[in-house]
């Protein structure tokens, strides 16, 4: 059973940072391209960052420069590494997976295959 758990999610001020963990279990993720999006009360979820086991990252603009997304292979997780925190940050987060052929593929526009619950990400003006 594929399992995605966040952790790191927090109160932080404007301009504060906060590293967002995904734990992945049930298989071997070294094939999925795995990310986060983001989703504010009302409106739709959207990406934030995306990665490829073939190194490819993808970032939304507004998230670009100053979030970064990295995995560990051995360990089955996917950091999100978000710095100069802005007010409109505020979301809950989501980790994803999906399966990709290597290096990258656009399926993920397709939707995601797995999810987890998210973590509550609060930035205070």
């Known amino acids: 059973q594929v399992q995605l758990v966040e952790s790191g999610g927090g109160l932080v001020q404007t301009g504060g940072s906060l590293r967002l963990s995904c734990a992945a279990s049930?298989?071997?993720?070294?094939?999925?391209?795995m990310g986060w999006f983001r989703q504010a009360p009302g409106k739709e979820r959207e990406p934030a960052g995306i990665?490829?086991?073939?190194?490819?990252?993808y970032y939304s603009d507004s998230v670009k420069g100053r979030f970064t997304i990295s995995r560990d292979s051995a360990k089955n997780t996917v950091y999100l590494q978000m710095n100069s925190l802005k007010p409109e940050d505020t979301d809950v987060y989501y980790c994803?997976?999906?399966?990709?052929?290597?290096?990258?593929?656009?399926?993920?526009?397709?939707?995601?295959?797995?999810w987890g619950k998210g973590t509550l990400v609060t930035v205070s003006s």
């Open positions: 994803a997976a999906r399966y990709s052929n290597p290096p990258y593929d656009s399926s993920w526009l397709d939707g995601m295959t797995y």
């Open positions: 049930g298989r071997t993720f070294s094939n999925y391209a």
């Open positions: 990665s490829w086991s073939g190194g490819i990252t």
